[in-house]
């Protein structure tokens, strides 16, 4: 039986936790059991770190990395790539 290929669900955001909320829940309702969740957060506030760390600690696909508020919208998607390692990939 081949091995599963892993998908890398990529989650950019920044001084929005609300909608961040909403894309990390659905990314850690999907089915598919080979996923890594990549986040990365260019917020200039604390509300997502403060608020993502439980996921964290309870799920261990989900990879949090921090920027210090700096990157334009595109760099920080730039950044997910670079932080991934799956075979696919999806925003």
Do not use: K
């Not at 599963?4 to 059991?33: E, G, H, K, M």
């Amino acid at each position: 039986m081949s091995e599963r290929p892993l998908v890398s669900i990529l989650i950019p955001t920044r001084n929005r936790w609300d909608y961040f909320r909403i894309a990390l829940d659905s990314a850690l309702q999907q089915t598919y059991p080979c996923i890594e969740i990549v986040v990365s957060d260019n917020s200039t506030d604390q509300n997502v770190a403060d608020q993502v760390q439980r996921h964290v600690a309870a799920y261990p696909q989900v990879q949090y990395h921090r920027t210090d508020g700096s990157l334009e919208a595109m760099e920080n998607f730039q950044r997910c790539i670079e932080l991934s390692s799956g075979e696919y990939i999806s925003f």
